[in-house]
């Protein structure tokens, strides 16, 4: 998990993600894993860049999740997946008492270290998901913690439309990039 001053610091414009990164030259098991933890960073990035306090309060009914709520865990999702590629256990400690912005920027820090791990890998096999004991195989991460968050993504895309504050146009997630 990354959680230092430093990383909560930095600019804006130093955040991970803005764009997609070129895409490697080999298809490998941990290139494709990476390029999924990419896709899911490029998302995140926009679904939650320069979010309102109006935005953040948003809930579609009284049984779900509020944008700021999505965010924390989507947040949550991201030290699963970088906590893996650490292979580190998760635990369910206190809730950090930190700010959309550091959560935002925490968040797009797990998931490159994630994707650096990955696109490395020779094999992604040994990136179990850890609860106490149990060690859950990569194969999960995959149809759990990733698809989990990139579904969320989604949800904060739709919650921000309707509070009238759409993400950028010019943001093209075929391309993973953002035209001029």
């Known amino acids: 998990m990354v959680g230092n001053s430093v990383l909560f610091a930095q600019s804006k414009k130093e955040l991970p993600y803005y764009e997609v990164p070129e895409y490697s030259k080999e298809f490998t098991a941990g290139t494709m894993a990476a390029r999924m933890v990419d896709a899911l960073g490029f998302r995140f ?22 944008t700021a709520e999505t965010i924390d865990h989507i947040y949550d999702l991201s030290k699963i997946i970088v906590n893996s590629t650490l292979k580190k256990a998760n635990s369910r400690g206190e809730k950090e008492e930190v700010t959309y912005e550091e959560k935002r920027a925490a968040t797009l820090k797990n998931l490159k270290i994630a994707a650096d791990i990955l696109r490395q890998s020779d094999d992604i096999s040994e990136y179990n998901i850890i609860f106490g004991d149990q060690k859950i195989p990569f194969w999960n991460q995959v149809n759990g913690p990733i698809a989990d968050a990139i579904w969320h993504c989604g949800q904060l895309a739709v919650y921000r439309r309707v509070t009238g504050n759409p993400i950028n146009p010019k943001v093209n997630h075929f391309t993973g990039k953002v035209s001029n």
């Open 45 to 66: 990035y926009w679904a939650s860049k320069d979010l309102t306090e109006k935005d953040l309060a948003y809930k579609l009914n009284s049984d779900g999740r509020s």
